[in-house]
C-alpha cells in the first residue's frame, strides 16, 4: 500500500462556505465489527450533544445518509493491508471521499463544518517516508517505509549473473563480470553497468513520491560506489549506508529501517529545539504560540513550524473574511465578522500543506511540553512582521 498522497489531504481543505455539516470518521479495521457498535453509541452521545440543531427534521435526516454512507464505505473495505480507514462524508454537498490507512486509527466520529483531518495531518508531517535501496552484485531491492510498513516496490537483477567471470583480459576491453573480481587490471565498481541501472532506478522511483530521504543497505564495497553513481541531490538525500546482509528478510530490512526513523526523530528535535533556543535568545526571527503562527503562515512569513506535544490548541476562524486566530474568539477583529471555533493545530497544519511549508511535530509524551513556553507551536521566519495586528494601530493608519 502506497503512503498518503497529498492529493487526498488536499481534497479535503478547500471547502466550500457552507453551514451544512461534514462527517469524518475514523475506522479501526482492524478490529472486526469495532466500529459498527462504535458508531451506534456514538452516535446518540453526539445526538444529545448537539441539541436543536440536530433535532430539526433536514439536519437529522442529513446526518442519517452520512453515516449510512460511512458504514457502505468500511463495510465495502476488504484489503487485509488496511489498518484504519478515513471517511469524509457531507451528502448535502456532494462529498464522499474514504483514504485507506496503513496505520492503526482510534474508532472516531466527528460532526463539523469542516473535515476533521488533524490526524491525516499528523501522519503527513509526523512521519518520514524513506526510500531504501538493498543491493549487492548480482541484485537490488527497492522499498518504500512508511509508518513503520516496508512494501517492495522494485527488483533488480543482473543479466549476466550465470556468466563466468573473465579474467586478465587487457585493460578497457569488455568485461562480463568485472563487478566480482579484485583483479587490478580489471574496471572498477564504479563502472559497473549493473550498478549504473540501479542508480538510474533509484533516481525514478524517487521522483515518483514525496521522500524524506535515501536508506542504502549494502556491503560498503557496493553501496559506497553506487552512492557516488546517484545524481547530486539524491546523494546529499542519503541518510544512512548500513553494512546489511543481503541476504536478510524483509523483517529485518523493516527493523534497520525503524532504526533509522527514530534517530531522525532524534536527531530533527534536537535540532529544530536547539535553533529555537538561539532564536529566542536573540529575539530573531521566530514566532511563538498560535496566533503569531498563524499570521506569519498567512502573510508568507514562516520557513518551518515546529508543533510542541499539545495537538489540541483552540482557536477561531472569521466566517466573513476567513482570517484565522490562534486564540478563541467571537468576532473578527479586522471585519467585525462572526467568529467559529477551530482547532488551532489543525489549521496550522493545513496552511502549512497549502503553502508547502514544512512542519515537524514533536512526539507526544506524558512529559511537559518542550515548547510550553512558546504557547504550544513556533515558526522559524524570514521576516518579522511589517504591520501591527492590532485594532487601533489599523484604525490610526486607516487611508495611509
Known amino acids: 500500500m502506497m503512503p498518503l498522497t497529498r492529493q487526498e489531504i488536499e481534497i479535503l481543505l478547500d471547502t466550500p462556505d457552507r453551514r451544512d455539516y461534514v462527517v469524518s470518521a475514523y475506522a479501526d479495521m482492524t478490529v ?5 457498535n462504535h458508531v451506534e453509541l456514538h452516535l446518540k452521545n453526539q445526538a444529545r450533544a448537539a441539541g436543536k440543531a440536530l433535532t430539526e427534521a433536514e439536519a437529522r435526516h442529513q446526518l442519517d445518509a452520512n453515516i449510512e454512507a460511512i458504514r457502505r464505505a468500511v463495510r465495502s473495505q476488504d484489503d487485509p493491508r488496511i489498518k484504519g480507514l478515513a471517511v469524509f462524508s457531507g451528502a448535502s454537498r456532494g462529498l464522499l471521499h474514504s483514504v485507506p490507512l496503513h496505520f492503526p486509527v482510534e474508532n472516531l466520529l466527528v460532526i463539523d463544518e469542516e473535515p476533521f483531518v488533524l490526524p491525516l495531518l499528523e501522519r503527513w508531517f509526523g512521519e518520514p517516508v524513506y526510500l531504501v535501496a538493498r543491493a549487492c552484485s548480482d541484485r537490488a531491492h527497492l522499498f518504500e517505509a512508511y509508518a513503520g510498513a516496508v512494501e517492495p516496490v522494485r527488483h533488480l537483477e543482473r543479466e549476466d549473473a550465470g556468466d563466468d567471470i573473465q579474467r586478465d583480459k587487457p585493460r578497457f576491453t569488455y568485461k562480463k563480470r568485472f563487478a566480482k573480481t579484485q583483479h587490478e587490471r580489471l574496471h572498477g565498481t564504479d563502472e559497473d553497468k549493473f550498478l549504473q541501472e540501479v542508480a538510474e532506478r533509484i533516481d525514478d522511483q524517487w521522483h515518483t513520491g514525496r521522500f524524506t530521504g535515501l536508506i542504502l543497505l549494502g556491503q560498503p564495497q557496493i553501496t559506497g560506489p553506487l552512492a557516488r553513481l546517484l545524481p547530486k541531490e539524491l546523494q546529499a538525500a542519503v541518510v544512512e549506508h548500513s553494512a546489511h546482509v543481503t541476504t536478510g528478510t524483509d523483517a529485518e530490512v523493516a527493523a534497520e529501517v525503524a532504526r533509522v526513523i527514530e534517530k531522525w526523530h532524534v536527531d530533527r528535535d534536537r535540532q529544530l529545539l536547539g535553533e529555537l533556543e538561539s ?35 483552540p482557536g477561531a476562524r472569521c466566517e466573513s473574511c476567513g482570517y484565522r486566530f490562534g486564540a478563541p474568539s467571537i468576532t473578527c477583529l479586522y471585519c467585525q465578522g462572526p467568529c467559529q471555533s477551530i482547532n488551532a493545530t489543525q489549521e496550522i497544519l493545513r496552511m502549512a500543506l497549502r503553502h508547502k511549508v514544512p512542519a515537524h511535530l514533536l512526539r507526544r509524551s506524558d512529559g511537559p511540553d518542550p515548547l510550553a513556553r512558546a504557547g504550544g507551536v513556533a515558526a522559524l521566519l524570514r521576516a518579522e512582521a511589517n504591520w501591527a495586528p492590532d485594532a487601533e494601530v489599523a484604525r490610526a493608519s486607516e487611508g495611509h
Open 279 to 313: 532564536r529566542w535568545k536573540e529575539h530573531y526571527h521566530v514566532a511563538d504560540g498560535p496566533t503569531d503562527v498563524l499570521d506569519a503562515l498567512q502573510q508568507g512569513r514562516a520557513t518551518q513550524v515546529v508543533i510542541g506535544s499539545r495537538r489540541d490548541l
Open 32 to 36: 472486526k465489527d469495532g466500529f459498527s
